[in-house]
């Protein structure tokens, strides 16, 4: 297991991700900035700590990306499903890290935590299908939700989830059935070694 975790660069890549998150929404956390609207009719103010929480899913798609196929096929060991824990493990972790850190600092954190999800959702699905490009589809998520405004005054449109606050249930909701999608998308297309 050693082995495998060193060839996936885990030892370094991921603690290294989660102590950039922690660390990035930690100094980020309650600083706010407007982007300015192009299709909405109002702004939207959005947590700079959101920016920080697309970091992991793309250190997972950099650790998916670093596979040996050739010492794959040859393994005794199931990779592929240690691939599903390392993934869903690791988002998992960073999501629990920003909600811990939360108990002593604002509500960004928790949304942050929520952002997590939604971003590692989004990566995994799409790794099968972009490979290291993953990535793109998280930051443009991020990117459109930013610019698109809102239906009013701090009322962004219900899908966006990025810029909800802490406490609105569907945005919870919807980053964690995006996180379980994302999950089960990686466990049907992610590619296998043969055996």
Do not use: K
């Not at 300015?36 to 997972?60: H, K, Q």
């Amino acid at each position: 297991m050693t082995w495998w975790l060193r060839r996936r660069g885990a030892f370094g890549l991921l603690p290294g991700a989660l102590l950039a998150f922690a660390v990035g929404i930690g100094a980020t956390s309650g600083v706010s900035v407007v982007f300015p609207s192009f299709l909405g009719d109002f702004a939207m103010m959005t947590e700079l700590s959101t920016f920080v929480a697309v970091i992991p899913g793309i250190a997972l798609i950099a650790c998916l990306e670093r596979r040996m196929p050739s010492v794959e096929r040859s393994a005794v060991r199931r990779v592929d499903a240690r691939d599903i824990v390392l993934v869903s493990g690791f988002a998992l972790l960073v999501s629990v890290v920003a909600a811990g850190m939360s108990f002593v600092g604002s509500d960004a954190l928790l949304v942050a935590a929520r952002n997590n999800l939604l971003f590692c959702g989004l990566a995994l699905a799409a790794w099968p299908l972009l490979g290291h490009r993953a990535p793109l589809i998280p930051v443009f998520w991020l990117i459109q939700s930013m610019f698109l405004g809102g239906r009013s005054r701090d009322d962004p449109y219900p899908w966006v989830i990025v810029t909800e606050a802490a406490d609105v249930t569907h945005a919870a909701v919807g980053a964690f059935a995006v996180f379980l999608a994302g999950i089960l998308v990686f466990i049907c297309l992610a590619p296998r070694t043969d055996r």
